[in-house]
Every structure is written in C-alpha cells, then in structure tokens.
C-alpha cells in the first residue's frame, strides 16, 4: 500500500481559506467514505479534525469541513487564525479484502 | 473518557525487540480495533497494525513480518513486538484507537534504536 498524496506545504493569511488535498486510489480514498483528518502541533499527539469525510467531532470548530470527489478528499479551512498553524493527515482504511489503515504524507500549514 | 498511555524501553539495540505496551483506562478494551501508529522525527505518521479484542490482527505489509501486536483484556492492555530493529525504526510510537468518531491517542513514546 502506498501513502497517500499530500502537499508538503500551504500557507495562508489570517481570516482567508485554505485546502489540503489528500489524493488516492480507487483501493482507498475512492471505495471507502472514511478519511479522517488530523491536526498535529509540534511536540503533541495527532487530534481530529474530520471523520467519514465530512463530520466534525464535538468541540472541533466549524471553520474546519471535509470534503470528498473521486479518489480525492479535501479539507477546507475558513478564517484562519495563527492556532490553525500545524501539520495536517489524512488517512483511510484500504484494501478490499483486508482493511489496512493508510496516512497521507502531511502538510505543514503556514499562517502567514 | 478513555485514556491510553504507552510504556516501555526508551532505547533499543540494533537487531533486538522492540516491546511497548498500551494501558487502556476508562474504558473496556473488549470493543473498538486498537492500534500501533508511528513518526519518525520530523517525518509523517505511519500505521503499524490493529487488533481487536477478540485478538484478530491486521498489519501494515511493509512491517508484517517484523510486528506481533497483543491483547491482554484482564489488564486492559494491548502489547507490540518489532523485531530485528534498525536505526530507521526509531520513531515516537502512539498506540490509540482509530474509530471514526471514537479517536482516542496516547501521548506517544520516543524508541531510539542505539548501540
């Protein structure tokens, strides 16, 4: 199984949007509605942001939303703000027969 | 709320086992797949495996021939073993649930592999 794809690095300014793409296979991203997405500060274990593409969980705010088309999943973020300033994964179960998990290679985002 | 923490050895040798155990609290470890990720410094997380209660296993390919993960539901724990380590085995290891809404980490564990 391969990683999935990721842009190394976005960056954006206060209050504008952004969104990290996580592309895969027609073996992951494509059958399966359940990537979720991660956000990881230096030094601290990875939070949820998204799960099964598009839902928040509690406490996650509202600026964050997940989106899916194809073997392409995307997480937008809406006004940003300097605490949003962090690495993002995704990641998806794959495989048909043996539901393997696989990470997206991280994108380090910059709030410029 | 469930809590996981990870323990074990920080260093290791090359060529030896790398053994790290996962305690589950406020929670039963009899439901949900419960897995091993890891980073290596500076880089990308990587899924090791999962296991559910019952003990059926499911590994990432690249490692399977290296890994054995483990349940100990009367301790509320579950255990990896990666064998023949090497320098590119060093990583910080998180054990955590990966359950769509039910996500929980631990707070992760550096392993160096080291003479």
């Known amino acids: 199984q391969s990683a999935l794809t990721q842009p190394a690095s976005v960056s954006g300014s206060p209050g504008q949007s952004i969104t990290i793409s996580c592309t895969g296979t027609s073996s992951d991203v494509g059958s399966y509605n359940l990537v979720s997405w991660y956000q990881q500060h230096p030094g601290k274990a990875p939070k949820l942001m998204i799960y099964?593409?598009?839902k928040r969980p509690s406490g996650v705010s509202n600026r964050f939303s997940g989106s899916k088309s194809g073997n392409t999943a995307s997480l937008t973020i809406s006004g940003l703000q300097a605490e949003d300033e962090a690495d993002y994964y995704c990641c998806s179960y794959a495989g048909s027969s043996t539901l393997h998990v696989v990470f997206g290679g991280g994108t380090k985002l910059t709030v410029l | 709320q469930v809590q996981l923490q990870e323990s074990g050895p920080g260093l290791v040798k090359p060529s030896e086992t790398l053994s790290l155990t996962c305690t589950v609290s406020?929670?039963?470890?009899?439901?949900?797949?419960w897995s091993w990720i890891r980073q290596p410094p500076g880089k990308g997380l990587e899924w090791i495996g999962y296991i559910y209660y019952s003990g059926s296993t499911n590994y990432n390919p690249s490692l399977k021939s290296r890994v054995t993960i483990s349940v100990d539901t009367s301790k509320n724990q579950f255990s990896l073993k990666l064998s023949s380590v090497t320098a590119a085995d060093t990583a910080v290891y998180y054990c955590a649930i990966l359950g769509g809404k039910a996500d929980y980490w631990g707070q992760g564990t550096l392993v160096t592999v080291s003479s």
């Open positions: 099964e593409g598009s």
């Open positions: 406020g929670g039963s470890i009899s439901s949900y797949y």
